[in-house]
């Protein structure tokens, strides 16, 4: 066990909204506007709510405050407000009030593997808000390597939200096109985020030359540049291999992507990073061998940024054995979900700031659509829920176990992701001024998570049967109480597509050290 990992492990530390449960997509799709109405509940319209005597958490720091929103925007933070009568008043002693989640990484109505995921921007963000989610930063895909055609198809699959979100891109072949597009998109769209997958050869995979020209377009643009690491050549032999030996189920997926082939990409691209001196973000890091390696770049100072999602960090790949196929398939995503002993580490690594935040990767196929790699794990479309469970699951998993703060709570699950896309502190704050996204957490309140009451399309849930201490009673979103007593009132198309800004944080300092670096070559060097 390296000297990294060892010091990682000593820190370780009546519902008015049945959306489809169990349903299938095809069903949802076929009934359009019929979760509009079951969701309409009767709460009060009004654009001014008081919440009185809870502990308001921050980032920072935690305090007992009241909190006035007013017309969407938190107006005052402060004890023992007085407002006058016409004001909704919500109760909130013996609970903490803090900013809406914020998910950095979702896959909302994408194709993949011949399929398409089975909840939709209405559908997905309606779970996310009853799981305390306010907002979440969406994948967009392109069509034929055009990423202004599949940026402009994703605005449009996003008419039906129902709470803000933004758009990561991703960039899967290069040409000046691409590079044009980029431009475009973050000049005038509010993109300032590109991902690039090292994995799914023959489709979504780009090369080594194709990367180096993304980070530096990315760079020149204040961009983050995101990388999906896992070596895709070494997973496509070992997809083979694995299937030629008759191992032809779930627990083929794990074998063929081992966890040293995650570990691989993730410092290759750390090192390709580093040449071109950008900032990097390592999206859903779920091995040891991924996090040693973002861990020594941040201690030999470079911006790295390292995102678990949910899964990784409290499940192990034991599922994946189940002799029930339908069960098995379930917990099939990229990279896997690791043996035993990985996921504390995870734990640990984000409890001592290794790792910044966490997503959830949600990306839901039903047991129908999972059914298409039965006899062949190659084909089994990858992706796991989580947009609804991951704020009481880390809840769970870090806070009721001692590992963190409540305030590292929201730093984790909101604030850092605000931060680092650069929206911060309009979104990840409860201050005056921040848009009115926030959350009530009953830390004694004990919740199920269960497909049959879930609020996601999928038929099926990685969590199935856990009981959480700590429940989101209230979500606020956009100054509006969208779930309340167990239930929900949003409306389709209400949401926000929220732009952001280029050269966030992470750039800071960039230029200074790119002038350092061209003072220390002592070149050219002037002969005679």
């Known amino acids: 066990m390296g000297g990294i990992l060892a010091l990682l492990v000593a820190l370780i530390v009546g519902a008015c909204f049945p959306i489809a449960h169990g349903s299938s997509c095809d069903a949802a799709a076929a009934a359009p506007g019929i979760y509009d109405a079951m969701c309409l509940a009767e709460t009060d319209d009004s654009s001014k709510i008081l919440i009185r005597g809870g502990t308001v958490v921050n980032a920072d720091r935690q305090f007992h405050a009241d909190v006035y929103i007013e017309d969407g925007i938190i107006k005052l933070v402060a004890p023992d407000l007085k407002v006058p009568d016409g004001v909704r008043v919500v109760d909130a002693t013996g609970t903490y009030v803090m900013p809406g989640g914020i998910d950095p990484h979702t896959h909302l109505a994408m194709p993949f593997m011949g399929q398409e995921t089975c909840d939709d921007f209405f559908s997905g963000q309606a779970a996310a808000l009853a799981g305390g989610t306010t907002m979440h930063i ?26 803000d979100y ?87 997926h794990a074998l063929s992507r081992p966890s040293l082939l995650e570990g691989e990409a993730t410092a290759r691209a750390i090192r390709l990073a580093k040449f071109v001196n950008t900032p990097l973000y390592v999206v859903h890091v779920m091995s040891i061998d991924a996090l040693e390696e973002i ?15 949910a899964s990784g960090l409290v499940l192990d790949d034991s599922k994946l054995w189940d002799p ?19 996921n504390a580490a995870l734990q640990a690594a984000l409890s001592s700031g290794f790792l910044q935040l966490v997503g959830t990767d949600h990306c839901p196929f039903n047991s129908s659509q999972k059914a298409a790699g039965r006899g062949d794990f190659r084909k089994i479309p990858n992706g796991v829920n989580g947009i609804e469970e991951r704020m009481h699951i880390v809840w769970d998993a870090m806070v009721n176990s001692g590992k963190i703060s409540p305030s590292d709570y929201v730093r984790i699950t909101s604030t850092a992701c605000a931060q680092i896309f650069n929206i911060y502190p309009r979104k990840g704050a409860v201050l005056p001024g921040s848009d ?30 856990w009981q959480i201490k700590g429940n989101i009673e209230v979500t606020i979103s956009q100054g509006r109480i969208v779930w ?17 800004a280029p050269f966030g944080q992470l750039f800071d300092g960039i230029v200074k050290a790119d002038i350092a670096y061209l003072s220390s070559l002592k070149a050219p060097v002037y002969r005679k």
């Open 166 to 252: 933004g758009f990561h891109m991703a960039v899967t072949t290069w040409n000046d096109k691409v590079a044009q597009d980029m431009e475009t998109l973050v000049k005038e769209h509010g993109i300032n985020s590109f991902k690039f997958f090292m994995a799914y050869k023959g489709s979504l995979m780009v090369t080594d030359e194709q990367l180096l020209q993304g980070f530096k377009t990315c760079k020149s643009l204040g961009a983050v540049p995101q990388v999906h690491a896992e070596n895709g050549d070494a997973v496509a032999e070992g997809q083979s291999r694995i299937y030629d030996l008759g191992i032809t189920g779930p627990e083929g």
């Open 138 to 163: 969406d994948f967009a895909l392109p069509i034929g390597g055009d990423l202004l055609k599949g940026f402009e198809s994703y605005r449009r699959k996003a008419e039906s939200s129902c709470m």
């Open 324 to 342: 029930d196929f339908r069960v098995a398939a379930q917990y099939v995503m990229s990279p896997p979900i690791r043996p035993a002993g990985h």
């Open 295 to 309: 861990a020594r770049a941040r201690q030999a100072g470079q911006r790295v940024i390292g995102e678990p999602v």
């Open 484 to 500: 309340e007593n167990e239930r929900l009132n949003v409306a389709r198309g209400a949401g926000r597509y929220v732009k952001m």
């Open 436 to 465: 009115a996204d926030l959350i009530i957490l009953n830390p004694n309140k004990t919740t199920t998570i269960s497909a049959k009451a879930h609020h996601s399309n999928i038929d099926t849930n990685i969590y199935e049967g």
